[in-house]
């Protein structure tokens, strides 16, 4: 049950990455990329 809370952390920094100008679409790439920078419990 992890990952289906990973991702909606995941969530939260997309939406708060989609404030800056230049915004960012939804997409599994960007879920990806966000797991390799951040881990879980810094998310």
Do not use: C, W
């Not at 992890?2 to 960007?30: M, V, W």
């Amino acid at each position: 049950m992890a990952h289906i809370t990973g991702k909606s952390a995941y969530k939260k920094l997309e939406e708060r990455l989609n404030r800056f100008p230049q915004g960012t679409p939804p997409s599994e790439s960007l879920d990806n990329i966000l797991s390799i920078i951040f881990k879980e419990k810094e998310v």
